[in-house]
């Protein structure tokens, strides 16, 4: 079965908006048994919304739409699905009703002037509450294939999602179609070298029959994405279950979790597991690996706080770093790394100290090229360190060098660095 999505608005080409509706709703879909088969953003237009309209139905087995649903008179999504019907639109007197009994609590304007245009219904359909917002959903069938309008903002799109598509595509799907994702994540290790060593395994068609492998990179991290359909979830997971193995013993350590899993989530269950305390102290990085870590639920059952210390008098001030050692070996060194991280561990009192220091670019700085950066853990146990070049702008090496930098962490609290 497959279904298609089309995003309405035109806040969403100009990118004013991220569409994060299809990425959730893409995820729902494989639960209810469906196949994500495309996704559409189209602006608020009544004639291009239908051509959108009618070229996924030529493709798809359902359609569903968000956004486009609310009073104004560049909301037209009901006006579209009208006009591929080949319907008019009716006015719903139990939603006009419905929607005068909610604007007299908060509006100030007289009940006759009320633009209630979202009790406007094409013929046959069938509106969706929407007990979070005032645009009501709908659902409609055209030629044999469902059609679904649900509102656009995520906190009303949800609930109409859970309530009314999915158990209605779920059913339409029948008993006996699953499709499952088991996403695997890794930090410090490129795309290239992940899919390297993971091309020999799908040479193996005993093992890899029935699973889809995918890769989503991102600066310092990529997620391994494998897919299998069964006639249920658990006969899924155990098509997936032995291709997983296979692919965590290929690529060991850099494993850190999976699916939901983050970085800083999974060094959060290990500092709490072990009793530990955390400080970090930062130059390249500047408060980020910080703000990743107090991201983290419940962070302050360990993480006790971090200094950022960007020029080097600052290093020396608040983390005692020697002038003489950033005078010999320079900033971006591993001896200054491991002083930066028994400095916060010091100055804060925690079991350990995680420290960043690098050049971040464009230009690079005390004979280091740009992207250079230098990493260290320090806890009662001594110092290990990280060194390393990341690829890109500014921002860009700050984001990997704060992913290494937790990953570093990570795998010291597991007695791998």
Known sequence: MRCEIIGVGTELLLGQIVNSNAAWIGQRLADAGWDCLRHTVVGDNTGRIADALREALERADAVILTGGLGPTQDDVTRDAIAQVAGVELRRDSAIEAWLRERFASFSARPMAELNLRQADVPEGATTLDNPKGTAPGLQTEIGGKPVFAI??????????????????????????????????????????????????????AELTGGVSLAYLASAG???????????DRAAALATIEPVEAAVRAELGEAVYGTDEDTLEGVVGRLLRQRGRTLATAESLTAGLVAARIAD??????????????????????????????????????????A??????????????????????????????????????????????????????????????????????????LEGRA
């Open 339 to 412: 002083a930066m991280a028994e400095g916060a561990r010091d100055a804060l009192g925690a079991d350990v100290g995680l420290a960043t220091t690098g050049v971040a670019g464009p230009d690079g700085h005390g004979g280091q090229p740009p992207g250079t950066f230098v990493l260290a853990v320090a806890d009662a146990d001594g110092t290990a360190t990280q060194v390393s070049r990341a690829p890109g702008d500014r921002a860009h090496v700050r984001q990997w060098t704060t992913v290494l930098a937790l990953d570093l962490l990570r795998r010291r």
């Open 296 to 337: 983290a639920p419940g962070a302050s059952d360990y993480y006790l706080g971090g200094v950022t210390t960007y020029a080097s008098g600052a290093k020396t001030d608040l983390l005692a770093v020697p002038p003489v050692l950033l005078e010999t070996v320079g900033p971006v060194s591993e001896p200054v790394a």
């Open 151 to 204: 509102p656009g903002p995520p906190r009303e799109m949800a609930p109409m999602m859970e309530t009314y598509v999915l158990p209605e595509l779920a059913q339409r799907a029948g008993e006996g179609r699953a499709i499952v994702a088991r996403t695997l994540r890794t930090a410090g290790i490129g795309e290239s070298l992940v899919a390297e060593r993971l091309t020999p395994l799908w040479d193996q």
């Open 221 to 231: 991290e990529v997620k391994v994405r494998l897919t299998a359909a069964g006639p």
